[in-house]
């Protein structure tokens, strides 16, 4: 399994960005992906999630409103719209994959740092998204 991430940039407060996983290798029926970034001197949080079995979205407090994840099921694809992007969403941000993922993956993914533990299986590289003007 491998995910890769990209899209991320430069972009004024108030702007957007897309991030997009892609993902390749076996996959099950049930599996998650979850956004996650981690600003600099800052812990690992996780800013949404979708499942794959179900279609159910998950997202933090800060990214509800303003970040949408979606899936392009043929390209085996997530994305990240984030929409009026604040400086203190600049951050690396990762995708990651859970399979059979539990309820755990799902609290960990849309920001509950009490699960910071929890393991997701597979992790891509990062890519970086810089909010300044």
């Known amino acids: 399994v491998q995910l890769q991430a990209s899209g991320g940039g430069l972009v004024q407060p108030g702007g957007s960005l897309r991030l997009s996983c892609a993902a390749s290798?076996?996959?099950?029926?049930?599996?998650?992906i979850g956004w996650f970034r981690q600003a600099p001197g800052k812990e690992r949080e996780g800013v949404s999630c979708?499942?794959?079995?179900?279609?159910?979205?998950y997202y933090s407090d800060s990214a509800k409103g303003r970040f949408a994840i979606s899936r392009n099921k043929a390209e085996n694809t997530v994305y990240l719209q984030m929409d009026n992007l604040k400086p203190e969403d600049t951050a690396v941000y990762y995708c990651?994959?859970?399979?059979?993922?539990?309820?755990?993956?799902?609290?960990?993914?849309?920001?509950?740092?009490?699960?910071?533990?929890?393991?997701?299986?597979?992790w891509g590289k990062g890519t970086l998204v810089t909010v300044s003007s």
């Open positions: 990651a994959a859970d399979f059979f993922p539990r309820q755990q993956a799902y609290a960990y993914c849309s920001g509950d740092q009490r699960e910071k533990e929890y393991g997701m299986d597979y």
């Open positions: 290798g076996r996959f099950p029926h049930d599996y998650a």
């Open positions: 979708i499942s794959v079995k179900d279609g159910r979205e």
